[in-house]
């Protein structure tokens, strides 16, 4: 099973140095995330049984646009980032995944899914593996399950309308700060100060954001200067949350 899987990623060009079955470090996240938490263990089991844990090199892509959607994603470690070529070569990153996050299993419920993005590991990544058709058979029976899996499809939903309406009714800078409070911890919004990191190099923020690389160093720079944040490298440190929040305002 694992020779096999590995030749199907090596035919797909999917550059991953180890190919796993599944260990116990990898059970223990997919059994905690909602979209497997309400599985019974005989349910789980059949989900897991042909899923695979994977290592991803800094850079290596997990697949490209177009190829044939067969499987989703747990990332355990690392992150990926999801993006779209345009004609001319240059990249539109369209989101960046975070360990606990799922991706592309939206698409089992088309009739022929292929994956509309390329996926590029940031750095080192960990992930899950998990064939589309076990998980669809599972929904079919547990009710309980299909109701979360809309509620994530409809949290993303509404992610995805939000954005729309910062890149059409928000300018670089509020996108920016958004951007700056939606990475803030859980519980951590509350106090006066908070310390965040960014995902990812600032040119992958910057076109996350829909800004120039020029421009979203610039908008840092000047968010610094009124001492709102003080940045150093991928660190940033907020000095006055309400005050941030406010500007957001």
Known sequence: MRAALARLCRSLGMAIIAVMSLPKSCIQPLRSHS?????????????????????????EHLFHAGQ??????LVLSGQMKLYRLAPTGAEKVI???????TFAEAL??????????????????????????PYLEV????????????????????????EIDALTLQNATLRVVNYLLYLL?????????????L?????????????QPETFSRILSSLSAKGLISVDGLAIRIHDLPALRLYNA
């Open 35 to 59: 979209l497997f938490s309400a599985l019974e263990d005989e349910q789980f089991a059949h989900v897991i049984e042909r899923a695979s844990c994977l290592q991803l090199m800094p850079d």
């Open 68 to 73: 044939a959607a067969e499987q989703f994603f």
């Open 95 to 101: 989101e960046i995944i975070r360990p606990q996050q």
């Open 108 to 133: 089992m419920f088309l009739e022929l899914p292929s994956y509309p993005v390329e996926a590029q590991a940031l750095g080192a990544v960990a992930l899950v593996a998990l064939p589309n058709r």
């Open 139 to 162: 929904l079919a029976q547990s009710p309980q399950t299909s109701f979360h899996v809309m509620a994530g499809l409809s949290v993303r939903l509404k992610q995805l309308l939000g």
């Open 185 to 197: 911890p859980e519980g951590m919004g509350r106090g006066e100060s908070a310390r965040i990191t």
């Open 199 to 211: 995902p990812a190099a600032k040119q992958v923020i910057a076109s996350r954001l829909s800004v």
